[in-house]
């Protein structure tokens, strides 16, 4: 019989989860109710930013985040093509054009050297928004990517899922990811697989309560209720979406964000165990390098492998840690290279997406690990690999 198959990643339910989730469904409120609030109240200072705006999942953050801003068709975000396709897609939502930029092809993250290269693919459009992505947990250079985006007219808006949790020391100041203090706003995604979990659900932080008005404002149909209106008045300025996220779930997100730090300490120790157990399986297997600034709380334990130097495809090495027990994915297969993108810019020139993802595996990785898995997973790869 076949091994149980261990996941790249899933969430941690524990009995007071589920209990704060029944207490929610007994109160008064299933949708907007008072946990909306706690939750915010409690992640944007968790975070370390002014506000927090909660939203159906991290799509819709990515897509209010856009609306926040007002960008308009025609104008552009920059997005890195090794990401999850919603990073991109928030720039479509709004009929703005996406330029990809390239990443380092040991880390997967937007650099200032590949946003640079992007921006000279802006041309005479006006540039709005540059969205890094702290991939798998590890931090972007904030600062940098910050002063070439201001230099450009544009925001940072950072695509934070991977990286609840991870810290970063710029000059001598710690900072947080998700305290906004190099950009407009951060956004977050609940989904089962990140840090914390609420089934779906995300999560927009700024300092700059005009953002975090507008994104309330979208987030609820563009409904405003001007100040001294008769009790039953709403006005539409302009159209919204219905992007909330229900009291059940933030009575979860509440409930899981005292969790984190748990969390993190687990996710950090399961990363150290991993890169001491893959150290002799170098130079075929490497772990994606750590910028100096970056102390993650990893989402994803993200390895390359040299498929060639193996002697086998990465589906063949798939396919036989699945057998073992071993899931893995693939994070992430370039965004501009999907047919949607490919169509409308053309073929790109990416070497560094194209490197990270020639190599790239993600190993298990999630709170719930028991302590002899990192072993057993490391064990099978090595098996696989004939190492
Ligand atoms: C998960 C994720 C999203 C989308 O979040 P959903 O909640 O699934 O909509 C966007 N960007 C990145 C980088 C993600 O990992």
């Given at each position: 019989m076949a091994e149980p198959v261990l996941p790249y990643g899933r969430q941690t339910i524990e009995d007071d989860d589920i209990a704060a989730v029944v207490e929610a469904l007994k109160s008064d409120f299933l949708t907007t109710g008072p946990r909306v609030e706690a939750f915010e109240t409690a992640f944007a200072e968790t975070v370390g930013a002014r506000h927090a705006v909660a939203c159906a999942n991290g799509t819709a953050a990515l897509h209010l985040a856009m609306l926040a801003l007002d960008v308009q068709p025609g104008e552009v975000v920059i997005a890195p093509s090794?990401?999850?396709?919603a990073t991109a897609n928030c720039a479509r939502y709004v009929g703005a054009e996406v330029v990809f930029a390239d990443v380092d092809p040991d880390n997967g993250l937007m650099t200032p050297e590949t946003l640079a290269d992007a921006l000279t693919r802006v041309g005479h459009r006006k540039l709005r928004a540059v969205l890094p992505v702290h991939l798998r947990g590890d931090a972007v250079n904030l600062p940098k990517l910050a002063e070439l985006a201001s230099g450009a007219g544009a925001v940072l808006v950072e695509d934070a899922?991977?990286?609840?949790g991870t810290t970063m020391t710029f000059g001598n100041v710690a900072e947080r990811v998700g305290d906004a203090r190099h950009s407009a706003m951060a956004t977050f995604s609940f989904h089962p697989v990140k840090t914390i979990a609420t089934g779906e659900g995300g999560m927009v932080t700024t300092n700059d309560p005009a953002l975090a008005e507008r994104l309330r404002v979208m987030r609820s149909h563009g409904m405003v209720r001007p100040e001294g209106a008769d009790p039953w008045w709403y006005e539409m300025p302009e159209p919204g979406f219905n992007y909330r996220l229900p009291d059940i779930l933030c009575a979860l997100g509440l409930s899981q964000l005292k969790k984190l730090p748990r969390f993190a300490a687990r996710r950090r120790a399961l990363a150290k165990a991993y890169e001491a157990a893959l150290a002799p399986l170098a130079p075929v297997v490497r772990i994606a390098t750590r910028p100096a600034w970056s102390d993650p709380v990893l989402h994803l334990m993200c390895v390359l492998i040299d498929f060639e130097a193996a002697g086998m495809t990465r589906r063949a090495v798939v396919e036989a840690l699945r057998e073992k027990g071993v899931g893995t994915q693939v994070h992430?297969?370039?965004?501009?290279?999907q047919p949607y993108y490919a169509e409308r810019y053309g073929t790109l020139d990416l070497p560094g997406a194209e490197g990270w993802y020639d190599r790239c595996l993600s190993l298990p990785l999630y709170p719930?690990?028991?302590?002899g898995d990192v072993g057993r997973v490391v064990e099978a790869l090595r098996a696989v690999l004939g190492a």
């Open positions: 090794i990401t999850f396709l899922p991977h990286a609840l992430y297969i370039p965004v501009h290279r719930g690990m028991a302590d």
